[in-house]
């Protein structure tokens, strides 16, 4: 039997990141802010749409504003585990970062993109309904 893979050690998103995130997330409508593996994260219509991951900051983007994303700033897919790209996110280069404006239109692309998804049910699971748990 092959050895199971240790999970990798997260870090905390640095305060001045959780700060700016807030700042930038504030004001989009519609925006519900909580908690995903111990980060920030928004959501729009429950589908997420910007997240803090260790110390990057990462955008749910469309096909085409990906690409332009990627192409035009230099930002690379986002992947939480080497080799484990998460699809139509990509992670926030640092000279958007250090722009609000550039970052707040980037989020407001997000946000666009995430709220023009179907709605999710709150619980919706995709392992299906819940088991009871029999002794």
Do not use: N
């Not at 893979?5 to 519900?32: D, N, S, Y």
């Not at 593996?37 to 910007?50: D, I, R």
């Not at 993109?113 to 619980?123: T, V």
């Amino acid at each position: 039997m092959p050895a199971r893979k240790a999970m990798p050690k997260f870090t905390k998103a640095p305060e001045q990141m959780v700060a700016l995130f807030g700042r930038v997330v504030e004001g989009l409508p519609e925006v519900e802010t909580r908690r995903m593996f111990g980060y920030p994260a928004a959501f729009v219509h429950g589908q997420m749409f910007s997240s803090l991951f260790q110390d990057s900051m990462i955008l749910r983007l469309s096909e085409a504003d990906r690409a332009a994303f990627l192409k035009d700033h230099g930002a690379r897919l986002f992947e939480p585990m080497p080799g484990r790209p998460m699809r139509e996110y990509a992670a926030v280069p640092p000279a958007v970062l250090a722009s609000e404006r550039a970052l707040r239109e980037w989020l407001r692309r997000a946000h666009g993109y995430a709220a023009s998804l179907p709605p999710k049910k709150a619980g919706a699971s995709k392992k299906g309904p819940a088991r009871k748990k029999t002794r």
